[in-house]
T-cell receptor, first 118, second 109 residues
Framework: KAGVTQTPRYLIKTRGQQVTLSCSPISGHRSVSWYQQTPGQGLQFLFEYFSETQRNKGNFPGRFSGRQFSNSRSEMNVSTLELGDSALYLC?????????????????FGAGSRLTVL | DQQVKQNSPSLSVQEGRISILNCDYTNSMFDYFLWYKKYPAEGPTFLISISSIKDKNEDGRFTVFLNKSAKHLSLHIVPSQPGDSAVYFCAASGNQFYFGTGTSLTVIP
């Protein structure tokens, strides 16, 4: 069973630009979540999509957006990039069909997309 | 507001000894608690979980303990092996997962 695939793995952008990251979940998983990892901050929840609908959202500004397609693949977009957006962006998929996660529906993560903003 | 906290950024342990990683949380409504392990250049991988109605769960060398009254959980690794060297994140689940900031474990051969 293929894992969660994220592209690109590494990218460098300059302030003010925008970026789109892609995530292909495990086959059959309809829930896709996005996290930002920065040193000292751990994994910060961005949003979760289920069946093309945003089901949960973290406390990030509107510059961060996402979407999910009918095949469950997801993209996240960051517009007007700032230096502080430099981070590892992780995508995770789950078979969770409920709004609340249970221990049986753990997240399976991709390797991440490392974004550097200059 | 950090709802899940790992107050030890790093931990070093001799091979064969016990590693104890700690985690505190603030929200008593969390349903499950999980531990993830992360190697450099890889995404976190699920290690072990525990339901909020349990106080212990064991899987091989890994045991998670939950103290609900103290809002504290810990991960015990016995015996520790060099391959266990990684960053460990604790997490709590509700409508979303809340992760701690991670503890970097180094197991010294």
């Amino acid at each position: 069973k293929a894992g969660v695939t994220q592209t690109p793995r590494y990218l460098i952008k300059t302030r003010g630009q925008q970026v789109t990251l892609s995530c292909s979940p495990i086959s059959g998983h309809r829930s896709v979540s996005w996290y930002q990892q920065t040193p000292g901050q751990g994994l910060q929840f961005l949003f979760e999509y289920f069946s093309e609908t945003q089901r949960n959202k973290g406390n990030f500004p509107g510059r961060f957006s996402g979407r999910q397609f009918s095949n469950s693949r997801s993209e996240m977009n960051v517009s007007t990039l700032e230096l502080g957006d430099s981070a590892l962006y992780l995508c995770a998929s789950s078979s969770n069909g409920q709004r609340r996660f249970s221990g049986a529906n753990v997240l399976t993560f991709g390797a991440g997309s490392r974004l550097t903003v200059l | 507001d950090q709802q899940v906290k790992q107050n030890s950024p790093s931990l070093s342990v001799q091979e064969g000894r016990i590693s104890i990683l700690n985690c505190d949380y603030t929200n008593s409504m969390f349903d499950y608690f999980l531990w993830y392990k992360k190697y450099p250049a890889e995404g976190p991988t699920f290690l072990i979980s525990i339901s909020s109605i349990k106080d212990k769960n064991e899987d091989g060398r890994f045991t998670v303990f939950l103290n609900k009254s103290a809002k504290h959980l810990s991960l015990h690794i016995v015996p520790s092996q060099p391959g266990d060297s990684a960053v460990y994140f604790c997490a709590a689940s509700g409508n979303q997962f809340y992760f701690g900031t991670g503890t970097s474990l180094t197991v010294i051969p």
